[in-house]
């Protein structure tokens, strides 16, 4: 830790953010006061591991619609790292990194409820429940479905689970809605809006 810094809690918030819309802002803000975040990093995968076959467009376009959205929120940070490594976007390298490069800070890793459900599924889940405290942004008024084989990993993953509320939008919807020349603009910040109008997004078929 260099001189003057001080330990952060971070909330890490990954995705393909393709695009990044009003929803993901809602959950940063929920949980930045629930968890009493000192700030939120959003790294968007450059290919999620699960959806090897979905398109997505480039980091480059994805990175600037983050950052436009964000703009206006001083606690929020947009980090390149997965874009840079390429391939895969494995959530535990991005840990070990964010542990190396800042041993200081408390992290708490963000997931929707679908992520949570095939979290054993994952590269190395034991470890990253070492690394990081699991919270989990969920539309199921119910509550979380967690069935593992692994009952050791399922109580873990149980004990670290911290449930928030999840706004009703998806960047799927927001994608249908853009192909087929469709309103939009109330679905994402109004200067992702604008730069996804002038760089025509989501108008061709996936």
């Not at 964000?70 to 940070?77: F, G």
């Not at 708490?108 to 699991?134: M, Q, V, Y």
């Amino acid at each position: 830790m260099l001189m003057g810094e001080r330990s952060k809690r971070v909330g890490v918030l990954g995705g393909s953010f393709n695009p990044v819309h009003l929803g993901h802002l809602h959950i940063a803000k929920e949980l930045k006061s629930r968890c009493q975040l000192d700030e939120v990093w959003f790294i968007p995968a450059y290919q999620n591991p699960h959806k090897m076959n979905q398109s997505v467009v480039s980091g480059v376009h994805r990175l600037e619609m983050l950052k436009l959205a964000i703009q206006d929120y001083a606690s929020y940070k947009v980090m390149d790292i997965e874009c840079k490594r390429k391939g895969p976007s494995y959530t535990i390298d991005t840990l070990r990194l964010l542990r190396e490069q800042h041993p200081e800070n408390e992290y708490l890793l963000i997931l929707g409820s679908d992520a949570i459900k095939r979290f054993h599924e994952w590269n190395s889940p034991h470890e990253i429940l070492k690394l990081c405290t699991l919270v989990v942004a969920s539309r199921e008024k119910e509550g979380i479905s967690i069935n593992y084989d692994d009952n050791k990993l399922e109580r873990s993953v149980r004990e670290a689970i911290i449930s928030t509320p999840l706004l009703k939008v998806s960047s799927t919807e927001i994608r249908s809605l853009a192909e087929r020349g469709e309103s939009y603009q109330s679905l994402v910040p109004a200067p992702v809006f604008e730069y996804m109008q002038q760089n025509k997004l989501y108008t061709q078929p996936e």
